[in-house]
Nanobody
Framework: QVQLVESGGDLVQAGGSLRLSCTAS????????MGWYRQAPGKQRELVAT???????NYADSVNGRFTISRVNIKNTVYLQMNSLKPEDTAVYYC??????????????WGQGTLVTVSS
């Protein structure tokens, strides 16, 4: 059993900043890629940013230059620093991780989501 728990979502004014955290726990042998996705009301879930176990990052064009993804492998934690927030960043943000369990199963695990609301 592997769980991802996100935190850090909040209501913030446009131009403000938030930092999301996501920690994996359970029967973890190793974690490959980790990432953040978001889903706005009435829209499909979309990729925000990903990071490999070696630290290589990838960003959606809409957040590039404003958001920064990072991870601390020893803590099984990934972060998303969000600056210069815009109302269109309002969404539920989900954490995702590619996990190898202690029984050597490969799982794609999702968190429960954390709500970010940006007011204009």
């Amino acid at each position: 059993q592997v769980q991802l728990v996100e935190s850090g979502g909040d209501l913030v004014q446009a131009g403000g900043s938030l930092r999301l955290s996501c920690t994996a726990s359970g029967s973890i042998f190793s974690i490959n890629g980790m990432g953040w996705y978001r889903q706005a009301p009435g829209k499909q879930r979309e990729l925000v940013a990903t990071i490999t176990s070696g630290g290589r990052t990838n960003y959606a064009d809409s957040v590039n230059g404003r958001f920064t993804i990072s991870r601390v492998n020893i803590k099984n934690t990934v972060y998303l620093q969000m600056n210069s927030l815009k109302p269109e960043d309002t969404a539920v943000y989900y954490c995702n991780a590619g996990v190898v369990t202690t029984s050597y199963r490969n799982l794609q695990v999702w968190g429960q989501g954390t709500l970010v609301t940006v007011s204009s």
